[in-house]
């Protein structure tokens, strides 16, 4: 077996990691691409579970004329149908999966269940948690800091467009400086758009330590895992 870093991560993607260059839906190659990598992790005997946002269906500020709470459902249901095409995608490349939905929807997932998640886990499934936290007001980044909490990972893979944390948005400010490793402390007190504040002070409290790269290479997941030294390290 390779050496890895890690045994249980909890691998955090958004919704538009999946979308590739369409911005919306789900692109049959991209989510290929990541699942290919997912399978290789998973073959290096790594438990893997996954939180996969909406954004590519629904993003809470499209409703701005709706009441929040019903935007954010809407937001909730647009995660599930990501977390089924992650679980159809792995299953087609004979990975295991479990996908476990904080809202009930019997007939096409598990109602999330630590235990079982956990049990899951170790029988080499992957498990993808979907709804978020199954309440309004919170993101999915808040989601990933929970289940990896719950179900005690050693590390959040913060998969992302770009390939760390900046000083600011390199995108719009050429003179950015990326870091190499910062502090949940200094992610707060710098207000860097990383997580959320929600999420973010969740891992400094439980001590996850949480890293930072690009997915538009995905075998980024699989370099991580075995330690190489890219993105950026937060603890």
Known sequence: MDEIKYKRVLLKLSGEALAGNNKTGVYADVIGKICDEVKKVVDLGVQVGIVVGGGNFWRGRYGHQMERTTSDYMGMLATTMNGLALQDTLEARGVKTRLQTAIEMRQIAEPYIKRKAIKHLENGRVVIFSCGTGNPYFTTDTAAALRAAEIDAEVILLAKTIDGVYSAD?????????????????????????????????CKDNNIPLRVFAIEDPENIVRVVKGENIGTVVE
């Not at 995108?171 to 950015?176: C, E, L, R």
């Open 170 to 202: 390199p995108k719009v400010d050429p003179t950015a400086i990326k870091y190499d490793k910062i502090s949940y402390l200094d992610i707060l007190n710098q207000d860097l758009k990383v997580m959320d504040s929600t999420a973010t002070s969740l």
